[in-house]
T-cell receptor, first 113, second 110 residues
Framework: DTGVSQDPRHKITKRGQNVTFRCDPISEHNRLYWYRQTLGQGPEFLTYFQNEAQLEKSRLLSDRFSAERPKGSFSTLEIQRTEQGDSAMYLC???????????FGEGSWLTVV | GQQVMQIPQYQHVQEGEDFTTYCNSSTTLSNIQWYKQRPGGHPVFLIQLVKSGEVKKQKRLTFQFGEAKKNSSLHITATQTTDVGTYFCAGLNQGGKLIFGQGTELSVKP
């Protein structure tokens, strides 16, 4: 079973550096989601894709954040000029179509020092 | 914007006691999904409720979806130490976006 996979699982970076996370959804899932979670909080919606189209972006997603899903399969989330407040777990999830179960990957932990 | 509220934030119980967490949405939902997250882990899907008034059971867990499709609850009967974790409800709106509640952290004392 190939679930949602995320890479890297852990990233420590210096403030001001750029980081990129990759997500490979469950095969044939056409919806892909990005969430951010900090300690003690529920996952916060960032953005989601239907195939390669980015349907919605949260106001949480500042200009330093960009997400792509160029071929409607894997997705990348890039954070430019990282800040300490960006430290969080970035979760990717996928589903087969709107309304179906949404499955999460194990997350990518980002620590900005 | 749409909000999903979940209470209580924390619940400490003695093993064998029951546990309930409640979820309320500010808007009508297409469906509601429940997840469990262990410390250091990621949300793991438990169940999805779609129909108004729906009730589903998984062993000791009972999930309900309100008649107006704006509220939901999770009840665990006779908790065990393996039930420890944070339980999240997440409402799917008409646009396909999943909005999470703040979660209820359950601790079980043996």
């Amino acid at each position: 079973d190939t679930g949602v996979s995320q890479d890297p699982r852990h990233k420590i970076t210096k403030r001001g550096q750029n980081v990129t996370f990759r997500c490979d959804p469950i095969s044939e899932h056409n919806r892909l989601y990005w969430y951010r979670q900090t300690l003690g909080q529920g996952p916060e919606f960032l953005t989601y894709f239907q195939n390669e189209a980015q349907l919605e972006k949260s106001r949480l997603l500042s200009d330093r954040f960009s997400a792509e899903r160029p071929k409607g399969s894997f997705s990348t989330l890039e954070i430019q000029r990282t800040e300490q407040g960006d430290s969080a777990m970035y979760l990717c999830a996928s589903s087969s179509f709107s309304g179906n179960t949404i499955y999460f990957g194990e997350g990518s932990w980002l620590t900005v020092v | 914007g749409q909000q999903v509220m979940q209470i209580p934030q924390y619940q400490h119980v003695q093993e064998g006691e029951d546990f309930t967490t409640y979820c309320n949405s500010s808007t009508t939902l297409s469906n509601i999904q429940w997840y469990k997250q262990r410390p250091g882990g990621h949300p793991v899907f438990l169940i999805q409720l779609v129909k108004s008034g729906e009730v589903k059971k998984q062993k000791r867990l009972t999930f309900q979806f309100g008649e107006a499709k704006k509220n939901s609850s999770l009840h665990i009967t006779a908790t065990q130490t393996t039930d420890v974790g944070t339980y999240f409800c997440a409402g799917l709106n008409q646009g396909g976006k999943l909005i999470f509640g703040q979660g209820t952290e359950l601790s079980v004392k043996p």
